[in-house]
């Protein structure tokens, strides 16, 4: 072979080397509810994990923290004990909440000293859908909005991604029939620089217990979701019942008085230890 063929089959190979490495990069997405457990897994773990170090971006300029160093969870991190590894060297997340969403890499170091790091990162994104509402008491005639946000790692903007990725944000009932915003009931709008789209109306009596859910989908594929039950408020309830229950008590006392004052000359001592205890 020609010393000018062997150029060009080095130079082939080197490009071919590099078109690997750039299309090797193991990239998983994982689409989860808050307040659910989740399982990050580690596509280029090594048997017994004592190679294996988990890092965490929350943002694209953030400095990384170790979560997991040669196999050993590090214990002063804010998560640690939500924090396991199993037996595949995945991560896994108990209670998972908005604060955990992000970039987590997942690396292998091997040599003497552990300090040569084996072939390309497996990173993960975790991408977390929450819930919430503009109303802390629920009950009828109130005007209530529920916001439902994807808190994911800021790659690009959100509206990019949703584009790129086939990313879409939707309400459903409790039926699973997609709200839309020719309801005239529901008021709903969305926001694609924040990922978030948000449902507005006004409860009626026959709310309670009913159930609206947001979904998250990816090329028409359901990745998670979130339910949100209405709920009668608890503390007016209470308030009510107190309002009604008071007038009677006070009626009691007025009557027990008045019985003990009938009795004051016949039994003293009864009635002394009576209002004592």
Not at 32 to 50: A, F, T, W
Not at 68 to 89: A, M, V, Y
Not at 120 to 141: K, N
Not at 259 to 277: C, F, L
Request: aromatic letters at 8%; one cysteine or more.
């Amino acid at each position: 072979m020609s010393d000018e063929c062997r150029v060009c089959l080095l130079g082939l190979i080197f490009l071919s080397s590099l078109l690997t490495g750039i299309s090797g990069v193991d990239e998983t997405h994982v689409f989860i509810s808050s307040g659910e457990n989740v399982r990050l897994p580690c596509n280029n773990y090594l048997h017994g994990c004592k190679s294996t170090t988990w890092n965490y971006n929350r943002f694209r300029d953030s400095a990384a923290v170790e979560l997991i160093t040669l196999g050993i969870k590090k214990k002063d991190t804010e998560s640690h004990e939500r924090l396991s590894l199993g037996s595949d060297c995945s991560l896994n997340i108990r209670n998972i909440s908005t604060e955990d969403y992000g970039l987590y890499t997942c690396q292998q170091w091997i040599g003497v000293n552990r300090d040569k790091k084996l072939g390309p990162d497996a990173r993960v994104y975790l991408h977390v859908l929450h819930v919430s509402s503009s109303q802390t008491e629920i009950s009828a005639g109130l005007s209530v909005t529920l916001f439902c946000q994807l808190y994911s790692y800021p790659r690009v903007s959100c509206d990019d991604w949703i584009r790129s990725e086939r990313i879409q944000l939707f309400w459903v009932n409790q039926t699973g029939v997609k709200l839309t915003r020719s309801d005239s009931r529901y008021q709903i709008s969305s926001s694609s620089d924040h990922c978030i789209i948000t449902l507005n109306t006004t409860l009626l009596n026959e709310d309670d217990n009913r159930e609206w859910r947001c979904e998250v989908t990816q090329r028409d594929q359901v990745k998670t979701s979130v339910t949100y039950t209405v709920k009668s408020s608890e503390i007016l309830i209470i308030l009510k019942t107190a309002v009604f229950t008071a007038p009677t008590v006070i009626l009691l006392q007025i009557i027990c008085a008045r019985r003990a004052g009938r009795k004051d000359s016949q039994q003293p001592e009864e009635i002394e230890i009576n209002t004592i205890v």
